[in-house]
C-alpha cells in the first residue's frame, strides 16, 4: 500500500536528558553502558525486550563465545570479569574452553539488573525506538514508543545497540544489507530449552550426537547439532539447531516465519532425539525464545570497513580497540547449514577490530555497538559473534567521556583510549594475549 497517513501527534514530551543513551541492551550496550556508569557518567537505555542481556538471555542461547583461540584468551577487561564472577557466585556460570563460556539465561539477566541498579543506570524496558532527530550531523533526541506513550530523549551520545542499525538508519546513515549477489542474509533460528533429559546418558561428544541426527533424513535444513547443557539446571538444556532459510527478518512475514517454522522446528527435533538420543526419551520442548536469533540484517558503514581478507590473515590495526578470534560463519540465507563449506571457519590467529568500525558516515555523535558494525558480509559473519561484541561495547564505554568532551566520535584520542583498555584488562592487540593452560 502506498497511502500515508499524517500521524497525529505534533509533540512529545522530553522525559529526559543524559551524557549517553543507548538504544538496546544486549551484552554490547551493557557492556557500554556499565563502563560509562563506572565513569560518572550519567547513563539511560531504552530496551524492546523485558530484559537485558540481548541473545545470550532472552533469546535463551546461553552461550557467549569467542573470546578464546584454542589456548589464547583473546577477548577480557572489567566488564567481562564482573559479569563471570557474579553469575558464577550465583551458580550460572561455567567456562567452557573451545569457545568461550555458557551462563543460565536467567542468573545472567538478573545479574545485569542488578550492575544497572548500582549504578544508577536508567533502564526502560519494553521501549521501542521509533524516531531519531537529527540536526548538523547530530542526533538531538530519539523517540520511544511504551506503556507511557511517546517520548523523547536527549543526550551528548548515542549508541545502536539495537542489533539491526536502528538508531544508525533512522538518523540516515548508509548501510549495507546481505550479500553482494542478491542482497540475501544469513538464516534465522529460533533457540528453544528441552526439559526432562538425563544428562547423565547424553552424549559426551556432540560429534556422536550429530552422527545420530544424521541417520535419518528431516525437516529441518541443519546437519549439526548444537546442544548446551546450561549450568544450574535439572535435566535441561539450550538447543540451537532451527534455520529459516531466505528470510529477511526486518519484515513481519519474516518475524512469523521465524517464530511458526522455528517452533515447528523445535517439535520436530525434540520428537527426534526422543526416539533416537540417549537420556532424550523423556524430554519436551520447555520453552521457545522470547528474541529471535537473527544473524545478520544491516551493516553500518563506518570510516572502515572489516573485509574477510582481514579476518583471514589475522590482521592488526594502529586504532585497534578489540579483537575477534571466531572464524568466517556463515549461514548460509537458503542452503541447508552445513552443506555449504566453510574453508575459513577455524583461524590461526585472532584479528583486530579498529575503532573506525564503530563510528557511523554522517553522525559525529553516535557508535554503533555489537552486531552490525561496519564489515562485509563475509566479515561480519566472524565480527557479529558476541564475545567481540562485548570487547567492541567496553571500549564504547571507555571512549564515551572523550567523545563527549570532544562533541565529535572523531576527535578522541586512540591512544589514550587504548592505554585505558589496557589498563582495565581488555586485550586490544596481539601481543596482550594471554595463554591459558
Not at 538531538?140 to 542499525?165: H, I, M, N, P, Y
Not at 586504532?319 to 563449506?341: F, K, L, S
Request: a negative charge; glycine letters at 10%.
Amino acid at each position: 500500500m502506498s497511502e500515508t497517513i499524517p500521524f497525529p501527534v505534533s509533540s512529545v514530551p522530553l522525559a529526559g536528558e543524559y551524557d549517553a543513551f543507548l538504544c538496546g541492551c544486549g551484552l554490547s550496550s551493557a557492556a557500554a553502558a556499565w563502563n560509562m556508569a563506572e565513569r560518572g557518567l550519567k547513563v539511560g537505555i531504552a530496551e524492546y525486550f523485558g530484559k537485558p542481556g540481548g541473545v545470550p538471555v532472552t533469546g535463551i542461547l546461553g552461550i557467549v563465545s569467542g573470546w578464546r583461540l584454542e589456548n589464547e584468551i583473546v577477548v577480557d577487561g572489567v566488564f567481562l570479569r564482573e559479569l563471570k564472577t557474579r553469575t558464577e557466585k550465583k551458580g550460572g556460570y561455567s567456562s567452557r574452553h573451545d569457545w568461550g563460556g555458557r551462563f543460565q539465561p536467567e542468573v545472567l539477566g538478573l545479574v545485569l539488573l542488578e550492575m544497572f541498579r548500582e549504578r544508577k543506570i536508567d533502564l526502560m524496558l519494553y521501549t521501542q525506538l521509533v524516531a531519531a532527530r537529527t540536526e548538523e550531523g547530530l542526533i538531538r533526541e530519539v523517540f520511544t514508543a511504551s506503556k507511557q506513550g511517546l517520548e523523547a530523549w536527549r543526550a551528548k551520545l548515542f549508541v545502536d545497540g539495537t542489533g539491526d542499525g536502528d538508531l544508525a538508519a533512522m538518523a540516515g546513515c548508509p548501510f549495507e544489507y546481505g550479500r553482494t549477489s542478491d542482497g540475501k542474509v544469513q538464516s534465522s533460528s529460533l533457540t528453544f530449552k528441552i526439559g526432562g533429559i538425563d544428562l547423565s546418558r547424553i552424549p559426551e561428544n556432540m560429534r556422536d550426537a550429530t552422527k545420530i541426527w544424521n541417520t535419518e533424513p528431516h525437516n529441518v535444513p541443519t546437519n549439526h547439532t548444537v546442544i548446551t547443557c546450561l549450568p544450574n539446571t535439572n535435566g535441561e538444556a539450550a538447543v540451537n539447531m532451527t534455520h529459516i532459510l531466505d528470510c529477511d527478518p526486518m519484515t513481519h512475514e519474516g518475524q512469523l516465519r521465524i517464530r511458526y517454522e522455528g517452533t515447528l522446528q523445535a517439535y520436530e527435533i525434540v520428537e527426534f532425539f526422543r526416539r533416537r538420543m540417549p537420556g532424550f526419551e523423556k524430554a519436551y520442548v520447555s520453552e521457545t525464545a522470547q528474541q529471535p536469533g537473527v544473524r545478520e540484517t544491516r551493516r553500518i558503514l563506518g570510516d572502515y570497513v572489516l573485509t574477510a581478507e582481514d579476518v583471514i590473515e589475522g590482521r592488526d590495526f594502529e586504532d585497534e580497540i578489540a579483537r575477534g578470534c571466531w572464524g568466517i560463519d556463515i549461514h548460509d540465507p537458503v542452503t541447508m547449514h552445513g552443506v555449504t563449506p566453510m574453508p575459513h571457519f577455524n583461524l590461526s590467529r585472532s584479528y583486530g577490530i579498529p575503532y573506525r568500525c564503530i563510528t557511523p558516515r554522517g553522525i559525529r555523535n553516535l557508535y554503533i555497538a555489537g552486531r552490525p558494525i561496519s564489515a562485509t558480509h563475509e566479515a561480519f559473519s566472524s565480527s557479529r559473534i558476541n564475545g567481540s561484541c562485548i570487547a567492541l561495547g567496553e571500549a564504547i564505554g571507555a571512549a564515551a567521556p572523550q567523545a563527549i568532551a570532544a562533541g565529535d566520535t572523531r576527535k578522541i584520542d586512540v591512544a589514550q583510549l587504548q592505554a585505558k583498555l589496557i589498563e582495565q584488562g581488555a586485550i586490544i592487540n596481539y601481543t596482550l594475549l594471554v595463554k591459558t593452560k
